[in-house]
């Protein structure tokens, strides 16, 4: 109940103002009619968030899952039609239509979540003494994500331009830069997917244990996270390493996001690990320690960017992003290990799969070169790939890392 009450208070006077005043700012007029659209979908987003975390605190992961499968499967069906229709549109067309769509998904979805609500004949009791300690929890988390779009839209102005002082032209810098994070950071954040549903299942189970002071609890349920972060990581690792320069350049016929890949492969284990350090921490109730954390590391990224072009070029991006993501992780790792300490058990497998990293990114290079040799590269790609992920499992399971019954805690 609080949730929502917060969400329409905070949305619904934003959404007014934008409807009757957007056209009548200079710097919105020319896009007034494409905000008030999209504006007009946002107290249902809100709406919608408030719902999916009452069914999330209660342990329910398949109706919010549920609501955006459908979600998707409508805007796929709107934007399909779109599509269809394109070569009779305007671009200006084309966009107020788009615009359309995702604010009519965004109803849908909404609609969905509620119907999910009232079936449960759920009753609404009084919000009072819940909206405030709920306003100021969330603020640093809004906050951090606001940050974080705030700091994406500084570095796609200041990296062209540092780049452009580096020596690189303007259309280079850019094309460098769409390289970088929009070929190759998707492809490295695909794991992050798995990871993100497992920040999801584990913030109700330690805010419940904080909640009943349960120690025991909360050390086990943040050991199983990190350690399914990290291993996840670290067997995602070598493949990257190993065969990054194939599939970058097998996906998006481009050398330089193949080169991109294959070098920042590493990224994977500081940005698993802070991905989930950090909801932990949230989760415990510190939402202000990980807003310091993440202002920490994005004003570490913003120097990297500003400083480096001149010496690495383009590599100024993935190192910032490193930097940013191992201080954060280093951070709340270190927060963490105060209140509930994973047991020494987690870091001596994080050392051991490190140390077999670099042997393994040797043999998986070996291995593509071979599978290249044999087969087409498409092929030599996807059984490289299998190949090295095999014996990365096969040597975890050898040297006790990754074990059969600690697979079945995280499923």
């Known amino acids: 109940s609080a949730a929502l009450l917060l969400s329409l208070l905070i949305t619904l006077p934003l959404t007014l103002f934008f409807l009757l ?19 007009a979908s946002l107290p249902f987003a809100c709406a919608y968030a408030a719902i999916k975390g009452f069914f999330w605190g209660n342990k329910e992961f398949l109706a919010p899952a549920l609501f955006e499968f459908f979600e998707e499967i409508f805007m796929t069906a709107l934007g399909t039609g779109i599509l269809i229709l394109a070569g009779t549109f305007t671009p200006s067309q084309g966009a107020l239509f788009a615009a359309i769509a995702m604010s009519a998904s965004c109803l849908f ?9 009232f079936k449960r004949k759920l009753k609404f009791t009084s919000p009072r003494g819940y909206l405030k300690p709920l306003f100021l929890s969330s603020l640093p988390i809004t906050a951090v994500r606001s940050g974080t779009t705030i700091v994406a839209s500084a570095v796609a102005v200041l990296l062209p331009a540092m ?9 280079e810098a850019l094309a460098a830069f769409g390289v970088a994070a929009g070929m190759v950071m998707p492809l490295l954040t695909m794991p992050m997917t798995v990871i993100g549903s497992l ?12 909640a009943r002071r349960d120690e025991k609890k909360l050390s086990a349920a943040t050991e199983k996270g990190l350690t399914f972060a990290a ?3 670290c067997l995602l690792l070598p493949v990257f390493s190993s065969v990054g320069y194939e599939l970058g350049s097998a996906t998006y016929g481009n050398l330089l996001a193949g080169q991109m890949l294959e070098k920042t492969g590493l990224l994977l284990l500081p940005m698993s690990v802070c991905a989930v350090a950090q909801s932990m921490v949230n989760s415990l109730g510190y939402e202000k ?14 120097l990297c960017v500003f400083l480096l072009p001149r010496f690495v070029g383009i590599y100024a991006y993935p190192i910032g992003l490193g930097v940013e993501f191992t201080v954060c992780a280093v951070l709340s790792l270190t927060f963490l290990h105060k ?17 077999l990293a670099l042997p393994l990114t040797l043999f998986g290079k070996t291995a593509m070169q071979v599978c290249l040799r044999l087969f087409s590269e498409p092929f030599a790609l996807i059984a490289a790939a299998v190949l090295i992920l095999a014996v990365t499992a096969g040597l975890f399971a050898a040297f006790g890392i990754l074990q059969k019954k600690e697979l079945k805690k995280f499923f």
């Open 21 to 39: 005043f957007a056209g009548k700012i200079p710097s919105l007029q020319a896009d007034a009619t494409l905000l008030k659209i999209l504006v």
């Open 109 to 117: 979805s909404c609609l969905v979540a509620l119907f999910a609500l």
């Open 163 to 171: 780049l452009t002082r580096a020596g690189y032209t303007e259309s």
């Open 199 to 210: 920040s999801t299942v584990l913030i109700p189970e330690l805010s419940e244990a904080n």
């Open 231 to 233: 291993m996840l990581a």
């Open 289 to 302: 320690q990980s807003f310091a954390f993440s202002c920490i590391g994005s004003a570490l990224f913003l």
């Open 339 to 355: 209140k509930c300490p994973p047991s020494s058990a987690f870091y001596k497998k994080l050392f051991a799969s490190l140390a």
